[in-house]
C-alpha cells in the first residue's frame, strides 16, 4: 500500500522552515519575468507558467524530489502543480498565498505589486 500524496498546498512560513533548515526541494517560480524583476524570493527558480509546456524537460532532474511552486496570490501555482503532478511529478506542490503572502508573513523586503 502506498502512502497518500502530499497535499497539493504548503503555506509559506512551511517553505521558509524548509529553507532555513536547508532542507533539499526544487523552489520554482512560475510568474513572467516582468514579475520576477519586479520582487522574487531569493532561491527560487524562474520558469513562467507560459513556457512550462515547451520546458517541462527543464524540471526532469526533480521529479522524484519535493516540487514547491509559487506565483503572486496562489492561483497559477495551483494549476502548474496540479499540472505537473499529471506529468508524473508527485511531490509538486503550491505555495498558498504566493509571494504576496511571503511579503506580509515572512520578508517584508520582497515588495508588493
Known amino acids: 500500500m502506498s ?5 497539493i498546498e504548503v503555506d509559506c512560513d ?4 524548509k529553507q532555513l533548515a ?12 516582468s514579475e520576477w524583476e519586479t520582487a522574487h524570493i531569493e532561491g527560487a527558480t524562474l520558469l513562467p507558467m507560459s513556457e ?9 532532474p526533480y521529479r522524484e524530489s519535493e516540487l514547491i511552486v509559487h506565483c503572486h496570490h496562489g492561483g497559477r501555482s495551483l494549476r502548474v502543480a496540479m499540472w505537473l503532478r499529471q506529468q ?5 506542490r503550491s505555495m498558498a498565498g504566493g509571494i ?7 520578508n517584508p523586503a520582497v515588495p508588493r505589486y
Do not use: Y
Not at 502512502?3 to 497535499?7: L, R, S
Not at 512550462?52 to 526532469?60: N, T
Not at 508524473?88 to 509538486?92: D, E, L, S
Not at 504576496?100 to 515572512?106: A, L
Open 100 to 106: 504576496d503572502d511571503w511579503s506580509v508573513r515572512i
Open 88 to 92: 508524473g511529478f508527485g511531490k509538486a
Open 52 to 60: 512550462l509546456q515547451a520546458r517541462v524537460m527543464e524540471l526532469e
Open 3 to 7: 502512502a497518500a500524496p502530499e497535499p
Open 14 to 17: 512551511t517553505v521558509h522552515r
Open 22 to 33: 536547508g532542507e533539499p526541494f526544487f523552489f520554482l517560480d512560475c510568474r513572467e519575468q
